[in-house]
């Protein structure tokens, strides 16, 4: 992938540059367990919040071009760009090529010896590799979204940058001179043939603020390096598809928020789903169903420390909580209490700008299936479930009984609560998790009572969840309209025959546009395509031996990546990223694709 920059610090191409702003593709994401900062192929870090990712951004250009605040570093004049990950690593690595010569930026949030460090820190090495490069760069702190003024503080051991309780540092090695303007720093060097720079911003928000050596920087990146590339070599999968399932496990290990075990959804917030905006949500939260999903995958690749973190996570939080259970926590286990809507323009001018998410309070039944789906893989993976977590889930299991028959706002978070038929599913997932564990000796309580309730939710979907005149299962009782969501139950076994078989095609005929799919009937007049649906129908075309429908389909959605391998949540029909990046359904849909897809494989090549 090539581009050409004008000779501006803050502006490229206009091809790739609108107003400050770049298409959502242009991102790569790097990451060090606690916040995740995104780099434009230009070169700009438009977003890095500090120092988790839940705290305020600020560099948050890729929100507010004018004031959002940016991290900026490439060549001076025209150059030619190309980008890849160091294998194995959720480290960036940029090479320009101009008419005088070649350098490489490598990006990465760093890590200590004993993994994340207490500090926020990104280094941007710069290595000349041919000739001579001159390159620009600029450090600009931003509002935190029109919230605070960024202020110079001058000390003994340098200056540094305050924004309300927020310290930023720049120390630099080679990028000299540096030119200040306030709490502004910017410059140009150039880079020949063999030579090392490094650029590095620490941040820390309501804590003194260490310094970095400028030439030990250089040591920390190849440490960095060296921990991702441990990392990856626990990762276990060599199946099909492996490049692509490798990068989506290292875009899922960014948004392992590591203080707790939770996973984010995204790290991002208010990236628009639809040109037309108003569907912009902050997924800066821990949703069980990405847990449930990830746990899966996390154990089928052999990751032991992050599949206990996560379901340690789940149950101890959801005990923490004796009430309704939501279907998102905050990254460090509390409830979501409030949105708000700074003043600030959103991603090319489509707002609103959201911080905190209103969905929080809803029914969702479906998530019962999600939370014990997440400790029927850790039990199948040949671990013991402890009495505590035995207990919650017992009551859970019993609440399922008692819940499933009513209204809920079903796995879309609607506002028009109504019998969504994947929700039911979702419970009878829950109840026949629970019988499997029982028998298991994991959990006790009353057996019979969830079978009877299993088997009462089969009678209900096949009277009220599947119209006999359309010939498809219908997104609630007395609607016509079709649910992708349905698919996520051909993978949990509740239906792999003809019914299923039926409405995979009728959502193939209604909901499909080439690879991609929208999540269920009347979207396509109000969003883009959601990426998850496209492998949810890969995987449950496998499920009902469509195997090579099923090839063909992962095939043509791996390739809709970006340059680097990453999905954001939604794309539209020409292409274009939508919605919040990296987006974990996305990438967790993806492997549990090709999961499924190699497991099924595999069955039907042992039966002969």
């Known amino acids: 992938m090539t581009e050409r920059t004008r000779d501006t610090p803050d502006a490229t191409d ?50 507010d071009a004018e004031h959002g605040g940016h991290i900026a570093l490439r060549p001076t004049g025209e150059a030619e760009v190309s980008r890849e990950y160091l294998p194995g690593t959720n480290v960036l690595v940029t090479t320009w090529t101009t008419p005088t010569g070649q350098v490489t930026v490598t990006d990465a949030m760093v890590t200590g010896v004993a993994g994340r460090l207490p500090w926020a820190e990104v280094a941007r090495c710069v290595q000349g590799v041919r000739g001579s490069v001159e390159l620009e760069w600029a450090v600009v702190p931003g509002t935190l979204l029109e919230t605070a003024e960024p202020k110079r503080l001058d000390t003994a051991n340098g200056a540094v940058i305050g924004v309300d309780g927020i310290t930023i540092a720049i120390v630099e090695h080679g990028f000299e001179p540096v030119r200040e303007d306030g709490p502004r720093f910017s410059g140009r060097f150039r880079a020949e043939s063999g030579s090392k720079h490094i650029l590095t911003i620490v941040g820390t928000q309501d804590e003194p603020i260490f310094m970095p050596d400028p030439v030990s920087a250089l040591d920390a990146m190849d440490r960095t390096i060296a921990n991702w590339s441990t990392w990856s070599e626990v990762f276990s999968y060599d199946g099909p598809w492996s490049d692509a399932v490798q990068r989506s496990a290292l875009a899922l290990k960014l948004l392992i928020y590591s203080p707790t075990g939770a996973i984010a959804a995204a790290p991002t917030t208010s990236l628009p789903e639809d040109r037309d905006g108003g569907k912009n949500w902050d997924y800066r939260f821990a949703w069980v169903r990405d847990l449930s999903y990830t746990v899966h995958a996390l154990t089928r690749f052999g990751l032991r420390e992050e599949t206990h973190a996560a379901v340690s996570w789940v149950m101890r939080t959801i005990g923490e909580h004796d009430s309704d259970m939501p279907i998102f926590y905050e990254l460090d286990g509390s409830k979501s209490d409030g949105v708000e809507q700074p003043d600030v323009p959103g991603w090319n001018g489509i707002g609103p700008v959201t911080v905190g998410n209103r969905a929080s309070g809803q029914l969702q039944l479906g998530v019962y299936g999600d939370v014990f789906e997440i400790l029927r893989q850790y039990v199948r993976a040949g671990n013991v479930i402890d009495r505590r977590t035995a207990s919650v889930l017992q009551d859970l299991a019993d609440d399922a009984c008692h819940r499933w028959e009513e209204r809920d706002s079903g796995m879309w978070e609607l506002e028009d609560a109504q019998h969504y038929v994947s929700s039911k599913i979702g419970c009878w997932q829950a109840l026949d998790a629970a019988v499997e564990l029982h028998d298991a000796g994991m959990i006790d309580g009353p057996r019979d009572k969830w079978i009877e309730n299993r088997e009462l939710i089969e009678q209900w979907v096949a009277e009220h969840g599947w119209d006999e005149e359309r010939g498809h299962y219908v997104m609630y009782p007395g609607s016509d309209e079709l649910d992708t969501s349905i698919l996520l139950h051909a993978m949990s076994a509740f239906d792999r025959g003809p019914r299923m078989q039926a409405t995979i095609r009728a959502i193939e005929d209604e909901l499909r546009r080439g690879p991609l799919v929208y999540r269920y009937s009347g979207m396509a007049d109000e969003e883009s395509p959601f990426v998850a649906c496209s492998f949810w129908l890969a995987a449950a075309m496998a499920c009902v031996g469509r195997l090579d429908d099923a090839r063909e389909l992962m095939d043509a959605m791996v390739a809709q990546a970006n340059d680097v391998g990453l999905f954001s949540e939604m794309m539209s029909e020409d292409g274009s990223f939508m919605g919040n990046l990296p987006q974990g359904l996305s990438h967790l849909a993806l492997i549990q694709a090709a999961l499924t897809i190699e497991e099924i494989a595999g069955d039907e090549h042992a039966a002969g």
């Open 14 to 63: 206009n091809e790739e540059r609108t107003d400050g702003y770049v298409p959502l593709r242009s991102y790569g994401a790097i990451g060090d367990g606690r916040t995740v900062a995104l780099v434009a192929l230009d070169g700009r870090i438009d977003w890095l919040p500090i120092p988790s990712m839940d705290s305020p951004p600020v560099f948050a250009s890729i929100l």
